[in-house]
């Protein structure tokens, strides 16, 4: 899954980043409203992570201009501001959460995980399907037969998001898109490392190739 963190903080950026990527999210990060809206208008983002008081433009008026152009990523607001009518405003304008300033890192995540998966239609921090159970806080994968495995960070990512939209074909540039930052390389051809390193892990059966489509992630939920 991947996250935008807008947020003109230079310490708290640094440490949101570095403990939402321990967290198995690839993140991007924009100081200002002007970045921000470009990035959120372009670029496939699970969630965002939007403080309000940014310079260049406000973070009230980019969440207002992405609801506008139709743009439904999950928003979580940042505010240092306790006043409930400014709550009020920015569910109002499309927020999907809101968390004040300060705030525990452990929280914006659990928020984070709630909304995607809300978007996903579900509501646990354990992923299960039929033979498989992704268990985030210690990103590790569970096959029905009491195998459990260790993943790595991008392994984790990958197949979070592929048991996150199982049924669907997924091409190998829409992957990397979900799986790296804007800062990685995206060769989309290393989605084939990754698949096949699953596959090791899972089973073939689990990870279908559509030829000349992607993949498709092959075991129904519970």
Not at 17 to 44: C, K, Q, W, Y
Not at 83 to 91: H, I, K, L, P, S
Not at 106 to 114: D, G, P, S
Not at 129 to 156: A, K, M, N, P
Request: negative net charge; charged residues 30%; glycine residues 6%.
């Amino acid at each position: 899954m991947r996250l935008l963190v807008v947020e003109d903080d230079p310490e708290l950026v640094s440490y949101m980043r570095s403990d939402l990527v321990r967290a198995g999210f690839a993140v991007d990060v924009a100081d200002n409203g002007i970045d921000a809206e470009h990035l959120g208008d372009t670029e496939p983002y699970d969630a965002v992570v939007l403080d309000l008081g940014l310079p260049q433009k406000p973070g009230m008026e980019v969440l207002q201009a992405w609801r506008e152009a139709g743009n439904r990523v999950p928003v979580i607001v940042l505010t240092a501001r306790d006043a409930w009518y400014e709550r009020v405003d920015g569910f109002k304008a499309g927020a999907d959460d809101y968390l004040g300033k300060p705030f525990h890192i452990e929280e914006l995540i659990a928020r984070i995980r709630a909304l995607i998966y809300r978007r996903h239609g579900r509501t646990s921090h354990r992923i299960e399907t039929r033979s498989l159970t992704l268990d985030e806080d210690v990103q590790q994968v569970s096959v029905r037969d009491d195998e459990t495995y260790q993943l790595t960070g991008t392994e984790f990512r990958l197949l979070r998001y592929m048991m996150l939209n199982s049924g669907r074909i997924l091409s190998k540039s829409h992957l990397s898109e979900h799986v790296y930052d804007q800062e990685s390389e995206r060769d989309s051809n290393l989605i084939e490392v990754y698949i096949r390193r699953l596959r090791e892990k899972i089973g073939n059966q689990m990870i279908l190739t559509k030829r000349g489509q992607g993949y498709i992630f092959n075991d129904p939920s519970v």
